[in-house]
């Protein structure tokens, strides 16, 4: 009788050990593809607001397109006076050009909102080719 039961019990374990081990990774899947589905309507989401803080808070002066008959308002020519780099870029947003209309934003917007404005006006450069490592692979 001793010698038969302990591998009976063994063999109960291992099998709801089993069930276990394969069970637990399904539920993830939905999971993940809901998460990855999140992930993409949120950077669409996040792109509309740049727009619409764009359109709120520059294109008065910059226009909606970013191209301005006004050369030193315009950002599609291709010249940056202040630097193509997105963190030239970003700076002259958040600390805007003293003396001139281009005040500084840093007090009405977050950092993230001085980057992402940064990337949507340096796009409407058509010469300039996106830049790598500009935070967009990193944030999301
Ligand atoms: C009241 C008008 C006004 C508003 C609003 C404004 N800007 Fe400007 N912006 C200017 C002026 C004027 C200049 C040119 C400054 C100079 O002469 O160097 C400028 C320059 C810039 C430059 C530098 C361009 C270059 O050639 O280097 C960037 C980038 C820029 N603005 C982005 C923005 C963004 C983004 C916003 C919104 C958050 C914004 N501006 C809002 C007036 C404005």
Same mark, same amino acid.
């Given at each position: 009788?001793?010698?038969?039961?302990? =591998?009976?019990v063994?063999?109960a374990?291992?099998?709801?050990?089993?069930?276990?081990?394969?069970?637990r990774?399904?539920?993830?899947?939905?999971? +993940?593809?809901?998460?990855?589905?999140?992930a993409a309507?949120?950077r669409?989401?996040?792109?509309?607001?740049?727009?619409? +803080?764009?359109?709120?808070?520059?294109?008065?002066?910059?226009?909606?397109?970013?191209?301005?008959?006004?050369p030193?308002?315009?950002?599609t020519?291709? !010249?940056?006076?202040? #630097?193509?780099?997105l963190?030239? $870029?970003?700076?002259? $947003?958040?600390?805007?050009?003293?003396?001139?209309?281009?005040?500084p *934003?840093?007090?009405?917007?977050?950092?993230?909102q001085? !980057?992402? +404005?940064?990337?949507?006006?340096?796009? *409407?450069d058509?010469?300039?080719? =996106?830049?790598? #490592?500009?935070?967009?692979? #990193?944030?999301?």
């Open positions: 009788m001793f010698a038969v039961s302990p =591998p009976a063994r063999l374990d291992d099998q709801t050990l089993a069930r276990k081990v394969t069970l990774p399904r539920p993830a899947v939905p999971a +993940l593809l809901a998460a990855l589905v999140l309507s949120a669409a989401e996040d792109k509309a607001a740049t727009v619409e +803080l764009y359109a709120e808070k520059c294109a008065l002066c910059h226009m909606a397109d970013g191209k301005s008959p006004v030193e308002l315009d950002l020519d291709g !010249k940056w006076k202040h #630097g193509s780099s963190a030239a $870029i970003e700076k002259v $947003i958040s600390e805007g050009v003293p003396t001139t209309a281009m005040l *934003f840093k007090e009405q917007l977050t950092p993230e001085v !980057k992402a +404005l940064a990337e949507h006006v340096r796009a *409407f058509k010469s300039l080719q =996106p830049e790598k #490592g500009g935070g967009k692979k #990193g944030t999301k």
